[in-house]
């Protein structure tokens, strides 16, 4: 038994090379060769984990939209268009300016021109088609007149729009229960949304955590050597963390792809419709959503993978 | 230098009033033992008496319920989970089904255990330990074999091989011959002897009443899951549940 003694010590720079080749091997190259070794049964976890955060990213998407047309519908709600007679008289509309003006809930007051509406319309997707297709402007003068409250545009509204100058067909931009009416669309739509992602999330990670128990009990007698002959609990755990990882980061990989290409679709179907698809919605945004999904699956394949390993894994 | 007795050696492993419980079912009861460095002890007993459950205790697969185990001076009983991989590694195992890796040739077997217990070691120094350990257990020509291509007693040679490659100060063997013929046993026997001659403190639990014999060391009795009989080595000949 004598000649098992060990050698002379080396040199340090070697003994980390040879713990960090050692390291990647156990941990990562075990964790790669037994991912692709156990396809068939990680194959329902990638498939779910794929949905998850494909649907998170399409939420994202929507999320951008909503928050886009929030704030447009918020910053025109506090605008209120008063839409002028075709044959409305230049004093007529400068009467009715001025009495805006002196109205202590108006801040501003400006006239727009049947042209300057055609040019304004023009610049929004969807409308220069429309306005193209018209032989004439259906586009009306205004008063664009921006109040000070958004409580208080019904009551400027009311003081003008039997005004001889307003268009009494559609006399002005304002819609008591608008805004109310998307906020609370916008909030039903964002609390579904959540909780059909949180149950989504419980699936894929289920679905995941039973990959791993898999992937645990296939190799239980190469664990249990482990363990007996000592070897540190994270070089037990690791690679099947690093497996749920390599999971995740196939499904992140998967739908940031996925959802980047519906970005680049929904953009550019956007700029060649008559309806605007995804307002404010760019493929920057697109890229950003792309890369926290890729971020996003090695973590939750991680953090799943945890759980199953703390819960199957004994020491 | 003041001369030291084998008595007075600090003991590698201590059981202080140990007590285990499975349920309704007492599998130890109030145990108390030393062993010393360097010394082969046999653990005997019938089926059910408790000596599995005793080598668990040492190598903390389980807890007591009651008293202390200290192996090497870490305390098996009150061991947080971090600290487990330092006690395992401290502590040899052989079992009687041999738990080698199909997949893996015996050197890489050997070689495996000493990697996965210690990173700074390189795969050219894990290989050459491994196959001094091979040889020192006879089984250097069988290095590139695999577990189903070497008979019970090889296979066994290759697990004792992997229990000692990294020199741990303790080696427990749970029916090592168990599965052997009484010639293939006998030298698994004459091999633990070796081992325990190189100053490794060796337990085995075994029903092979001839071995214990012949050997003639320190035999422990277990029986209902108490201590009935330590007999020193050298009169291990009137067993108190094997004559009766």
Not at chain 1, 31 to 58: C, D, E, K, Q, Y
Not at chain 2, 126 to 136: G, S
């Amino acid at each position: 038994m004598g000649n098992i003694l060990r050698g002379p010590r080396p040199p340090r720079w070697r003994t980390v090379k040879v713990v960090v080749r050692n390291t990647f091997r156990y941990l990562v190259g075990g964790a790669i060769r037994n991912w692709l070794r156990n396809f068939g049964s990680t194959a329902p976890a990638l498939g779910s984990m794929t949905l998850l955060l494909l649907l998170v990213g399409l939420g994202l998407v929507g999320a951008v939209v909503g928050q886009n047309i929030a704030n447009t519908e918020a910053r025109d709600a506090s605008v209120l268009h008063v839409y002028l007679r075709d044959d409305a008289t230049t004093d007529a509309v400068n009467a009715l300016e001025a009495q805006l003006s002196g109205n202590p809930d108006v801040q501003s007051v400006a006239y727009v021109s049947k042209s300057e509406a055609l040019a304004r319309a023009q610049n929004r997707p969807g409308l220069p088609q429309l306005a193209d297709a018209a032989e004439s402007n259906p586009f009306p003068a205004s008063l664009d007149v921006k109040i000070r409250s958004v409580d208080r545009v019904g009551a400027v509204d009311a003081s003008v729009r039997h005004n001889p100058a307003v268009d009494s067909g559609v006399p002005s931009s304002y819609d008591p229960s608008a805004y109310r009416r998307f906020q609370q669309v916008l909030f039903w739509v964002a609390a579904v949304g959540i909780a059909f992602l949180i149950l989504l999330a419980f699936i894929a990670v289920t679905v995941t955590a039973n990959s791993i128990r898999a992937a645990i009990l296939s190799r239980r007698d190469e664990i249990g050597i482990m363990q007996l002959v000592g070897a540190p609990r994270w070089m037990v755990r690791g690679p099947f963390v690093i497996e749920g990882a390599v999971t995740g980061a196939a499904a992140g990989a998967l739908s940031g792809v996925l959802a980047l290409v519906v970005c680049v679709f929904a953009v550019q179907a956007g700029a060649s419709s008559f309806a605007q698809i995804a307002p404010g919605l760019t493929l920057k945004a697109g890229l950003v959503i792309g890369l926290f999904l890729f971020l996003a699956g090695p973590l939750l394949g991680s953090v799943s993978s945890l759980g199953s390993v703390r819960r199957h894994l004994e020491s | 230098m003041a001369d030291v007795t084998f008595s007075e050696l600090t003991p590698l492993v201590e059981f202080v009033g140990v007590n285990r419980v499975y349920g309704q079912v007492v599998a130890l009861d109030d145990c108390f033992f030393r062993l010393l460095p360097g010394e082969l002890s046999f653990l005997v007993g019938p089926s059910g008496a408790g000596k599995t459950t005793l080598l668990r205790l040492i190598n903390r697969e389980i807890k007591p319920t009651r008293g202390e185990v200290w192996v090497d001076g870490l305390p098996a009983h009150d061991l947080s989970a971090k600290r487990l991989a330092e006690l395992r590694r401290k502590v040899g195992v052989v079992f009687q089904d041999f738990k080698l890796l199909p997949r893996l040739t015996a050197a890489e077997n050997v070689a495996f255990a000493l990697q996965v217990t210690d990173l700074r070691i390189a795969d050219g120094e894990a290989r050459e330990r491994a196959l001094d350990a091979l040889d020192a257990v006879g089984l250097h020509d069988r290095a590139e074999h695999y577990p189903h291509e070497l008979s019970g007693g090889q296979q066994q040679r290759v697990a004792i091989a992997r229990a000692v490659v990294s020199q741990p100060p303790l080696l427990i063997a749970d029916e090592p011959t168990g599965n052997l013929d009484q010639e293939t046993a006998w030298q698994i026997s004459t091999l633990l002897e070796d081992i325990a001659r190189f100053g490794t403190t060796v337990l085995v639990a075994t029903h092979n009443m001839e071995i214990v014999h012949r050997l003639q060391r320190r035999v422990l009795t277990l029986s209902a899951g108490r201590i009935v009989d330590d007999q020193p080595a050298g009169r291990s000949a009137r067993l108190l549940w094997a004559t009766s």
